[in-house]
């Protein structure tokens, strides 16, 4: 059975504040909510209060609060698709895939907690799906490897951008806190119980950071290695 409410159920009708309901309006509020107050603002109570509208009015768009979260997740994924054309370069055009979902939960970090393990079956996410797998088909893997690539591919980049969403989403304290970690804690450590951490320990700071951009690369690298006939343009020339 389809999650979608049927489009008789979707009729566009003014709240009391005179404001077209519509799922789109619903969507951006609910953003707006989590954004402000969290997960926990993802109620029909506080949706119907910040449209003003009577909060079973929502069931006319949406089946419950489930159906909302995959709205809300595919329109995170609409947005950071939005202009988005892949040139012949197929690596490059999966690197910026990958920068535009990490851009698309950070800006919207509490939301993307809930939308990055969900699958929205929705037309943004399936629009980005075969986009993606349609990358690793022009580079010559058959079906099997370009479905199962992919899924590696995607995994990791929205493990990545939810891990980068989720830490800026904490208040700005422990954020604080973490990154002192690195530059205070673990720069006095007994060095013969941790040979290895004193050995880099300047480098430590950049813990701190984003590893992001270079997970892509790294799998990046390793889906070029595996094209068939080798069928990849990284930006220099193709070997012979």
Do not use: K, N
């Not at 929705?122 to 690793?136: C, F, H, M």
């Not at 088909?137 to 490897?145: E, I, Q, R």
């Amino acid at each position: 059975m389809s999650s979608r409410v049927p489009e008789e159920r979707r009729r566009r009708r003014p709240t009391r504040t005179g404001v077209l309901l519509s799922e789109d309006l619903i969507v951006g509020t609910a953003l707006r909510l989590i954004g402000e107050h969290g997960s926990e603002a993802l109620s029909v109570r506080r949706l119907g209060a910040a449209l003003g509208c009577d909060p079973t009015a929502l069931y006319r768009y949406f089946h419950d609060t489930d159906d909302l979260v995959l709205a809300i997740a595919d329109r995170i994924i609409g947005d950071a698709m939005a202009g988005f054309t892949p040139g012949d370069d197929w690596v490059a055009a999966l690197r910026e895939m990958a920068l535009r979902v990490r851009a698309g939960y950070l800006a919207h970090p509490r939301a993307a907690a809930l939308a990055a393990h969900r699958v929205t079956r929705r037309r943004s996410e399936i629009q980005a799906v075969d986009t993606g797998i349609g990358l690793l088909l022009s580079a010559g893997f058959g079906p099997a490897d370009a479905a199962r690539l992919y899924l590696a591919f995607i995994d990791t980049v929205l493990s990545h951008a939810a891990t980068d969403a989720a830490f800026q989403a904490l208040p700005r304290q422990q954020r604080e806190a973490d990154h002192r970690a690195w530059r205070e804690v673990y720069q006095d450590l007994d060095p013969v119980a941790y040979p290895a951490l004193t050995a880099v320990r300047r480098e430590l700071p950049g813990m701190a950071e984003s590893s992001f951009e270079e997970a892509v690369e790294l799998l990046l690298e390793a889906l070029a290695a595996r094209a068939p006939a080798q069928r990849v343009s990284t930006g220099g020339s193709s070997p012979d």
